[in-house]
C-alpha cells in the first residue's frame, strides 16, 4: 500500500538499509492494460538474474491517471515495486522527474510502460555504461538496431524529421533521442531530471542536452523494438515536442546573446527609421530609383505565386518581351516565402521589413560566427560584428540592395567550410554546406561569388602561414567541396539555364572602365557618417551614393594597421590582414591612379575582369570583403585588451578604437515623402483604356533613371503591362547586358524630350515611326503624369499620334483604339 503522499510505507526503511544497485523507472498514464504484463516481465527478469543486477526496485511514477494504472502496482505487493504519484495529469516529464526523484539506485533504468524495448536489451546498456558513458541510450537509428514491428509510416517520417530537427536544434550526434529505453548513473540521473523543466515529451532532449552541455559521454546502443498498440503519443505531441524544443533553444541562450539581438534590430530599425514606420508613404531618395524596382520585384514575385505562374519570367515589365527575373536578382529565397506578407500589407511594407530585419540577421550571423570561431568575449564579438554588418559599405547598399544587406547565409557558409577543414563529418557538412549555397543562390549570386573570393584570400593565406594546417585540411575540404558542388548543382540547374540561356538572357553587364574604387575612398568617410560625412567628397569618389563600397575611414585603417603589428604572432590575424589588404587591391580595378599623380598603374582585378561571372561584377563592390576582416580583427584586439590588468594599455587601445569606430557610426538613411500615385491608376480608370493582350505606355517609357511607373504598376495590382522598365535586360546581337529594355526610336525621343525640354520637328517619318514602335509595343494608351518639361511631352504624343490628350484623374490620356 501507499503512503499519503503516494509512496509505499516500507520503502524508507528498505532503502534506510540498502542502497539498490539498480532502479527502474517507468512514467504511466492510463496504463492499466499495459502496465501488469511490463511489470511481470521486469520483475521475473531481474530476480532471475539477481546475481547478475543485484538488489534492484521498480518505480512506477504515475502522472495522475484516471483509470486502474495505481491499483494494478499495490495490487502487484511486489516488495520491490513501488508507486510514486503526482495527483494530476502534467506529461511525461512530469511523472520522470518525480520518479527518478524518488529512486535510490546507483544505476537508473528509464523505460516506457510498453516496453516496446525488451528488458533484456538491459545488458547492451550496463555494457556500454560499463564502458565509461555516463549514459546509454537505446537506439533504432544506428546500424544494428532490430525493429521487429514497425510504426505506420507517417509516424516514422514524423519522427524522423523530428529527430533531424532535435539534432540540429539541441542534442547534435544522437540519432534517436525518443526511444524509451535509457540507463544512467544514478546521481547524474537524479540531477539531471531534477534540473529539467519540460513536463512533456521534449523532457527527453532536455536531460540529454544537460549531458551534452556537460561534456558527459553519452552512448548511442542499438536495441530491439517492436511498436506497442495503444500508444499515448498523439499527433499534437509531436507539435508539442517542437514547442518545447524552442522552449529549451530560448533557455540556452545567454542574456547577453539576447541583448545583443535586441540591439541589432534595434540600430537596423533605426537606420531605417525614415521608412520603416510608414513604408508606403516614404522614399529613400539615396536607393535611386531601386526602391520603386524592388518593390516591383516583390510584387511580382508575390503575384506569380499567386497565380501559379513561372517565379523565373515575367512580361509585366519590358512589354512585350519581358523581364528574365533569374538574371535580375528578385531574392527568390525570400520575395517566395514572404509572398503572404507582400498580399497582405504591400511589396513596399515586405521590402522594408526584409531589409530592416535582413540587415540585423546579417550582424547576429557575424556576431554567432565571431564568438564561435574567433573570440568568447561577448563584448568584443558585439562590436566587431556591428563593424561587419553596419560597415559604410553596408549602409550604401541599405539604401537600395537587399541582396548586398541580407547576407546572413555567409557567415553560416564560412562556418561549415571551416568544418569541413577538420574532417570529422565530410559527407553531412558537405551536404549542408551544398543546400547552404543553393539557398544563397536564391538570395543572391554575386555575394556568394565575393565570399568565395574572401575565403580563398583567407585560405591562401592561412596555408602559407601554417602549412602543416593546410596539408591535414585540404583533403577533407577538396571532398566536401566537391560533394557540395554535387548537391547544388542539381538544385539550381535549371534557374541557372534559365539565367544564363532563357528568354531575355544576357552574356554581361558592362559597368565601364570606372567601376573599381580610388585609393582615396579606402581612407575617406562616407556621405551617412553621423559626424565626418561630406556627400561631394564621397559622391566624387564614387559611383553613386548606393555605391560607397569602401569608405573605412583613415583612423580605422591605422588602428588595424596597429592591431596587426601588435598581435603579428597570431595567424589568424595574419590570414585576416591579408584578406583585408588582398580584397582593398583588387576592389582597385584593372588600373587605378595613385593620388596626386597623374601616373596610372595595372590593379590585380585585370587577372580576374574578363573571366567568366566576374566580368559583371562591380569591382569596387570587392572592398566589401574588408568588413568583417577588419570587424574581426577588431574583436581579437578587444578581447586582448580584457585579458590584459594593465590599465593604461587597456585605456589608450580602447581609445584608439573608438575613435576609429567613431566616424563610422551611421546617421539614418535620408528619406522624403513619397509623391501620391494618380488616381487614374489606384482607382482603376486605366481598366476602360487597357484591352486584354495590351499595354499602358507611361511617358516616357520607364528607365534605370525614372523608374516611378514600376510603382503606379504595384499600386494598380499589376493589372497592365508596360514597355521599357528598370531591369536588367539584353541588347543587339551579342546579346550584351544593358539596363532596361532594348531602346527604339520612340522611347528615346520622349526621353529626350523629358530631360532637354526640347521639342524636334516631328514629320511623317516620325509619326510612321510611332506607328510601328506603338503595335511593337501592343499600346492601348499613352499616359503622361504631371512633371517637368510635360508640356513638351504633351506636344510631342499629340503630334506622334495625331490627336490631343483627355485629362483624366490626374493624368493625360491618349487613347489609341480605333486608329488605322
Not at 694 to 723: N, Y
Request: glycine share 10%.
Amino acid at each position: 500500500m501507499t503512503d499519503g503522499d503516494g509512496r509505499n510505507g516500507t520503502t524508507d526503511e528498505v532503502r534506510a538499509a540498502e542502497v539498490p544497485d539498480l532502479s527502474v523507472v517507468i512514467p504511466a498514464y492510463n496504463e492499466e492494460r499495459r502496465l501488469g504484463p511490463t511489470l511481470e516481465a521486469i520483475t521475473g527478469y531481474l530476480t532471475e538474474n539477481q546475481g547478475r543486477w543485484g538488489e534492484w526496485e521498480v518505480v512506477v511514477a504515475d502522472d495522475g491517471s484516471e483509470d486502474g494504472t495505481r491499483e494494478v502496482v499495490t495490487g502487484l505487493e511486489h516488495p520491490r515495486v513501488r508507486l510514486v504519484a503526482a495527483p494530476r495529469n502534467l506529461g511525461k516529464g512530469h511523472a520522470l522527474r518525480l520518479g527518478v526523484a524518488a529512486a535510490g539506485g546507483r544505476r537508473v533504468l528509464v523505460t516506457d510502460a510498453d516496453l516496446a524495448t525488451p528488458i533484456e536489451e538491459l545488458e547492451q546498456l550496463d555494457k556500454a555504461l560499463s564502458e565509461g558513458n555516463t549514459a546509454a541510450i537505446g537506439s533504432r537509428s544506428v546500424p544494428g538496431a532490430d525493429i521487429a514491428v514497425r510504426q505506420h509510416r507517417l509516424r516514422e517520417l514524423l519522427g524522423r524529421a523530428g529527430n533531424f530537427l532535435i539534432r540540429r536544434v539541441a542534442v547534435p550526434g544522437i540519432r534517436d533521442t525518443q526511444c524509451g529505453f535509457k540507463l544512467f548513473e544514478g546521481d547524474r540521473a537524479r540531477e539531471a531530471f531534477g534540473a529539467a523543466r519540460l513536463n512533456g515529451w521534449g523532457i527527453d532532449v532536455e536531460v540529454l542536452r544537460h549531458f551534452h552541455r556537460l561534456g558527459l559521454p553519452v552512448a548511442e546502443v542499438p536495441v530491439r523494438w517492436s511498436h506497442q498498440p495503444g500508444s499515448k503519443v498523439g499527433p499534437l505531441d509531436y507539435a508539442r515536442v517542437l514547442t518545447d524544443l524552442a522552449r529549451l533553444r530560448a533557455r540556452a541562450l545567454r542574456p547577453a546573446d539576447l541583448l545583443v539581438a535586441v540591439l541589432f534590430v534595434v540600430l537596423s530599425v533605426a537606420l531605417y527609421s525614415g521608412r520603416f514606420f510608414d513604408p508606403n508613404h516614404r522614399y529613400l531618395p539615396d536607393s535611386l530609383q531601386d526602391q520603386n524596382q524592388w518593390e516591383w520585384f516583390f510584387a511580382v514575385t508575390a503575384d506569380n505565386v499567386a497565380h501559379l505562374r513561372d517565379p523565373l519570367f515575367t512580361d509585366l515589365q519590358g512589354f512585350p518581351d519581358g523581364v528574365n527575373l533569374m538574371a535580375n536578382t528578385v531574392m527568390l529565397g525570400l520575395t517566395v516565402p514572404l509572398a503572404p506578407l507582400t498580399w497582405l500589407a504591400g511589396p513596399a511594407v515586405s521590402l522594408s521589413v526584409c531589409m530592416a530585419l535582413g540587415l540585423a540577421a546579417t550582424a547576429g550571423a557575424w556576431y554567432w560566427l565571431i564568438v564561435k570561431r574567433v573570440v568568447r568575449q561577448r563584448a568584443a564579438a558585439f562590436v566587431g560584428a556591428l563593424l561587419a554588418a553596419f560597415a559604410p559599405p553596408m549602409v550604401s547598399h541599405a539604401n537600395a540592395h537587399p541582396n548586398f544587406v541580407i547576407l546572413f547565409m555567409i557567415p553560416l557558409i564560412i562556418d561549415r567550410a571551416l568544418r569541413l577543414c577538420t574532417g570529422a563529418r565530410v559527407r553531412r557538412d558537405g551536404i549542408v554546406l551544398g543546400l547552404m549555397a543553393t539557398y544563397q543562390i536564391l538570395l543572391g549570386e554575386e555575394p556568394l561569388l565575393l565570399a568565395a573570393l574572401g575565403m580563398t584570400l583567407f585560405a591562401a593565406a592561412y596555408s602559407l602561414v601554417r602549412r602543416d594546417v593546410a596539408k591535414a585540411a585540404w583533403r577533407p575540404l577538396a571532398k566536401g567541396l566537391l560533394l557540395a558542388g554535387a548537391v547544388c548543382l542539381p538544385l539550381v540547374a535549371y534557374p541557372l539555364y534559365f539565367q544564363f540561356t532563357g528568354p531575355q538572357s544576357y552574356h554581361s553587364v558592362l559597368h565601364g572602365d570606372n567601376a573599381g574604387n580610388s585609393p582615396l575612398s579606402l581612407l575617406a568617410f562616407a556621405e551617412r557618417s553621423l559626424i565626418a560625412g561630406n556627400a561631394d567628397t564621397a559622391n566624387a569618389l564614387s559611383l553613386n551614393p548606393t555605391e560607397q563600397n569602401a569608405f573605412y575611414g583613415w583612423p580605422l585603417v591605422a588602428v588595424a594597421f596597429a592591431i596587426v603589428v601588435r598581435l603579428w604572432e597570431n595567424t589568424l590575424v595574419k590570414a585576416l590582414a591579408c584578406t583585408a589588404v588582398g580584397a582593398a587591391l583588387l576592389s582597385l580595378g584593372s588600373r587605378f591612379r595613385l593620388p596626386l599623380s597623374q601616373t596610372v598603374y595595372p590593379g590585380p582585378w585585370a587577372l580576374l575582369a574578363h573571366q567568366p561571372l566576374f566580368e559583371s561584377v562591380i569591382e569596387g563592390r570587392v572592398a566589401m570583403i574588408c568588413a568583417p576582416a577588419l570587424g574581426m580583427l577588431i574583436a581579437l584586439a578587444l578581447d586582448r585588451l580584457a585579458a590584459t590588468r594593465n590599465l593604461g594599455t587597456q585605456y589608450i587601445g580602447l581609445l584608439g578604437v573608438t575613435l576609429a569606430l567613431l566616424p563610422l557610426v551611421p546617421a539614418p538613411l535620408k528619406s522624403t515623402e513619397r509623391v501620391p500615385v494618380p488616381a487614374f491608376f489606384t482607382d482603376g480608370t486605366w481598366k476602360s483604356y487597357v484591352r486584354p493582350g495590351e499595354s499602358l505606355v507611361p511617358v516616357p517609357l520607364p528607365d534605370s533613371g525614372a523608374a516611378e511607373a514600376l510603382h503606379w504598376q504595384t499600386a494598380a495590382g499589376l493589372g497592365f503591362r508596360i514597355p521599357g522598365g528598370y531591369f536588367n535586360g539584353p541588347y543587339g546581337e551579342e546579346r550584351a547586358g544593358i539596363y532596361g529594355a532594348s531602346p527604339r526610336y520612340t522611347s528615346d525621343l520622349l526621353r529626350d524630350v523629358r530631360y532637354t525640354g526640347s521639342l524636334p520637328v516631328i514629320g511623317k517619318n516620325w509619326r510612321a515611326q510611332a506607328r510601328l514602335d506603338l503595335a511593337y509595343w501592343k499600346a492601348g494608351v499613352l499616359v503622361v503624369v504631371p512633371q517637368p518639361n510635360d508640356g513638351a511631352l504633351r506636344t510631342a504624343v499629340t503630334q506622334l499620334t495625331g490627336r490631343p490628350g483627355k485629362w483624366t484623374d490626374g493624368v493625360w490620356v491618349w487613347d489609341l483604339h480605333g486608329r488605322s
